[in-house]
Structure formats: structure tokens, C-alpha cells
């Protein structure tokens, strides 16, 4: 077994030993720092010169069907497994320490880390669908049973939500399938990248099956106008599948469109371009200004994590080593300050029991930690010099700009430059909804209600100083990351 069946199997197996009645907190820290550990180890054990896909095992499971459990990660994969077992690792440690069924609690948190660690390490189309909707089930469950305010509500609109997108991703992930040679059909992923490249893919209905997988995973990442499960479910969730679920899960569609849908149709994402462009305008124009028009600080940190998707929309779209390494980076790096926000915002709410703005204020000065991460973390999301969102987002524009260029000058300005000086303006949509929370939940005068609050303790500061430490690495040492990042790209480019 390779270390990537360690990686999946240890969050599995210690929710099994939760659930029989181990120490939950305890047994969950403990199984969440060795996940964090091996998938350290497995990026720092990657062989950067020979590329590809490494740590690769298999088992076949239906030898007929050229079904098996296939496993391996290139540096894409490798970094988003590594931003999976961070921001489990810091979801576990903010977890209440007084939850009902404690131990169910914890075992759900686990398996959502599980099922997002088995998808971006399988190169089999079947567990790379499975494993993500093994992640959906304890998101349901952790909202409809721990979640807050309108909960029940917040689970069926994310459940219609999401079962109708992977109904749509199933209807293309079978028609990709369709689209091979009798002969030749196979759910690996590896062996459909190579037909891809070699033009053995019937390409008949290729703009349709592009269109429905766009759409799938479209829809699980909350593309506009499919994203309005997502503003109520983050705020409804309990902190931890909140983390778990902006930070992480919600990546696997953008990693679906970078390791599937563009690279092994890109006539038909060409095809489609223009409605690509248009929907994730939408993210960035229309959702960032109903993320001011927001009251609520969980409700706002919905409303941005949609409307920052768009960014990474955008790098996708771009078809090209810049943009595409700005879009993985971003996936990163967005995954790494969505969680922090979170974090930070779950537990303000566990000691005021509101998050609504009005009602908030100086807080920062009973609770310095906080709002000084707080801080942190809402820069990074504006996009601010030090943080990993600059980098990525800067790699993005300037992608998606050479998309466009070629044009002599006085000539109006191409679909893709419309696009993103649009985005460009996010940028100060986003400085104008983040600063305004920050200053009405951090600054002011202390309102009396909240003299109770008090700062962050040590233990709980570990996994918020470790998230923004990470994310500042991505910020003043991007190369890091785009050193594993960049081959993975140049490749999938390759099968163009």
C-alpha cells in the first residue's frame, strides 16, 4: 500500500474507533495529526524531476468492468491533500467542546475529511465520484443535527442542491465514458487523459457531456446562479463543517474541471467559453454585491466565499500556464483563509450567541487574538501583498489578459479583457464588505453585552496560527507551492 491509502484510511478508521467509544476529541486529534503529518510527508517526498503521478497502488474491484481502486497524486493533488489534512486538523481542534452525541459529532467531521482526501487521490472515475459523495452524507447530517438557526431548511436546500448536481455529473461523467472506443472504455483516469491526447474520443456529443459536467460541478461549487444553498448552509453548519466544506469539499469541482472536463474536452470548453465568462461575472459582480448587502457575519462569509470562487473560475477559463497555475494556487489559498474566517466567526458566535453586525462591536479589545486574525484572514480574502490570494489572484488576471491580447490598440476591448477588469472591481468590493465587518464586529467602543467575551486560549489559537502561517507562506514564498503546481499544469495543457 502506498502512503496515499494511509493517508485515507487513518480518518476513516479513527471515526470507527469514535464511534465505538473511543476518546472523541482526543482520538480525532490524534488521527488528524498523523493525516497531517503523512501528507507533509508524502509532498515533501515527491520526486519534482520525474513528475507525474507517484505513490500509486491498485486493486481491482469488478475486473470486468476495468473497475479498481485506484490510487496516485501528482503535485496538484499532493497540495490539495495537504490542504485537506490542514484544515481538518484545525477544524477538529475548534470543534465545541459540549456537543450532543459528541462522538457521532467527531466521526462525521472525520469522514468528510476522508471522502475529499479518497477524491483527490484517486485516478478512477468511479471512487473519484464515490469518495466525494461519501463526504456529502455527514455534511447533511452535521447541519441538520448541530447546525444553528434554520438548520433543517439550510440541510434540505443543501441536499436538493447538491444531490441535483451530482445527478448532472453522474449524466456526464457517463457520457465521457460513452465517448471512448468499445474497446477501450475505462473509468481510469490516466488511460482517458491518453485517449484524450491521442483523438480516440468520439467527439460527437462532446459539447453536451462538457456542458453537463460544467454544470456538475458548477453547481457543487455554487456557480452563479446555482449558489444560493451555499450563503445558508455555511451559516447554519456548525464550525467545523463549515471549515471543511467552503475550505475543502467545495474544491473538488474546481479540481474536477482542472484534472477532467477542460484538459480532456477543450474544443467544447472553447465552445462554451462565453457562458463560462458570463456565469462567473456573475460570481464576482452579482454575489459581491449581495455579500454588502449582508448583516450577518457567517451569512457575509458565505456570500464571499461564492463570490471569490469566481476568481478561480476565471483562471480555469484562461487555458494557459499562467492562469491555470494562479487557478490552483487560489484553490489553496482561498481553501486556507475561508476556513480561518470560519473558525474565527464560530467561535464569536459560541461566546455572544449572535453574529449579526449591529449588535457587535469592540471586541478587539477583550479579544485581541481574535481580531488581530481575524484580521489576517479577511486581508488574505481581499487579496492583500503577503498573502497567498495576492499571488494566485495576480497570476489569474494577468492569464486571463494575455487570453484576450493580440489586439491593436483602439480596438474594443475582447470578451475575456471585459471579464476581467469586471473582476478586478471584486477587489474593491471585496476591501468594502470585509473592512465594514471588521470594523463593526472589532472596533468601537466594547458594547456592554459582550464583557463577557473573552480571547482565544492557547490551545485554541494553534490551529488559526497554523492556518495563517501556511497561508503566508503561499504569499511571500508562492514558488514553493507552484514548484509541485506548475508540472502538474504544463501536462494537463499538454493534452490540448
Not at 479518497?118 to 443535527?145: K, M, N, Q, V, W
Not at 484572514?377 to 490570494?389: D, E, H, M, S
Not at 494566485?392 to 487570453?403: N, W
Request: hydrophobic share 60%.
Amino acid at each position: 500500500m502506498s502512503i496515499l491509502t494511509f493517508i485515507i484510511l487513518l480518518p476513516i478508521l479513527t471515526a470507527a474507533a469514535v464511534l465505538l467509544g473511543a476518546p472523541a476529541r482526543k482520538t480525532s486529534l490524534l488521527g488528524s495529526a498523523i493525516t497531517l503529518l503523512l501528507s507533509v510527508v508524502a509532498l515533501l517526498s515527491y520526486n519534482q524531476t520525474a513528475g507525474g503521478f507517484q505513490f500509486q497502488s491498485s486493486a481491482d474491484i469488478v475486473p470486468g468492468w476495468d473497475l479498481k481502486f485506484y490510487l496516485g497524486a501528482d503535485g496538484l493533488s499532493l497540495v490539495l491533500i495537504l490542504l485537506a489534512t490542514l484544515v481538518t486538523h484545525a477544524a477538529v481542534w475548534v470543534s465545541p467542546l459540549n456537543v450532543k452525541s459528541e462522538n457521532a459529532f467527531y466521526a462525521c467531521v472525520l469522514f468528510i475529511a476522508a471522502g475529499a482526501i479518497g477524491a483527490f487521490a484517486s485516478l478512477d472515475l468511479f471512487f473519484f465520484y464515490a469518495f466525494h459523495e461519501l463526504a456529502l452524507i455527514p455534511t447533511f447530517l452535521l447541519i441538520g443535527i448541530w447546525g444553528s438557526g434554520d438548520r433543517f431548511a439550510a440541510a434540505w436546500n443543501i441536499t436538493v442542491y447538491l444531490a441535483l448536481g451530482s445527478i448532472v455529473l453522474l449524466v456526464g461523467i457517463i457520457g465521457l465514458y460513452q465517448m471512448m472506443p468499445v474497446g477501450e472504455r475505462t473509468f481510469d483516469i490516466v488511460k482517458l487523459q491518453q485517449l484524450a491526447a491521442t483523438h480516440k474520443l468520439d467527439l460527437t456529443n462532446a459539447n453536451w457531456v462538457y456542458l453537463c459536467l460544467l454544470f456538475g460541478f458548477g453547481i457543487l461549487i455554487s456557480l452563479f446562479p446555482f449558489h444560493t444553498w451555499a450563503p445558508q448552509a455555511y451559516a447554519s453548519a456548525p464550525t467545523p463543517a463549515a471549515m471543511l466544506h467552503s475550505g475543502v469539499l467545495k474544491k473538488f469541482g474546481l479540481y474536477g474541471l482542472l484534472r477532467i472536463a477542460v484538459p480532456i474536452l477543450p474544443e467544447a470548453a472553447q465552445h462554451w467559453m462565453n457562458l463560462l465568462l458570463i456565469m462567473l461575472a456573475g460570481n464576482v459582480l452579482w454575489v459581491g454585491l449581495a455579500t454588502i448587502a449582508q448583516r450577518k457575519l457567517d451569512f457575509m462569509l458565505g456570500y464571499a466565499s461564492v463570490m471569490h470562487a469566481g476568481y478561480i473560475f476565471l483562471g480555469i477559463a484562461t487555458l494557459n500556464i499562467i492562469g491555470f497555475n494562479g487557478a490552483a494556487l487560489l484553490i489553496f489559498a482561498h481553501g486556507i483563509a475561508v476556513a480561518a474566517l470560519f473558525a474565527i466567526s464560530g467561535k464569536l458566535r459560541e461566546q455572544t450567541g449572535t453574529l449579526t453586525l449591529s449588535e457587535l462591536g469592540g471586541i478587539a479589545k477583550t479579544a485581541p487574538f481574535l481580531g488581530l486574525a481575524f484580521g489576517f484572514a479577511g486581508f488574505a480574502a481581499i487579496g492583500l501583498p503577503g498573502f497567498g490570494n495576492f499571488a494566485s489572484e495576480l497570476m489569474i488576471f494577468f492569464g486571463a489578459f494575455k487570453s484576450g491580447s493580440g489586439y491593436a490598440m483602439g480596438v474594443p476591448l475582447t470578451n475575456f479583457q471585459i471579464v476581467t477588469v469586471i473582476s478586478l472591481w471584486g477587489a474593491v468590493i471585496s476591501a468594502i464588505f470585509m473592512l465594514r465587518a471588521y470594523s463593526a464586529v472589532f472596533m468601537g467602543e466594547p458594547n456592554q453585552r459582550w464583557s463577557h467575551v473573552t480571547d482565544a486560549k492557547p490551545a485554541t489559537r494553534w490551529p488559526v496560527f497554523m492556518l495563517l502561517a501556511v497561508l503566508m507562506l503561499a504569499g511571500f514564498y508562492p514558488q514553493f507551492f507552484l514548484n509541485f503546481i506548475q508540472p502538474s499544469m504544463k501536462s494537463l495543457l499538454a493534452l490540448f
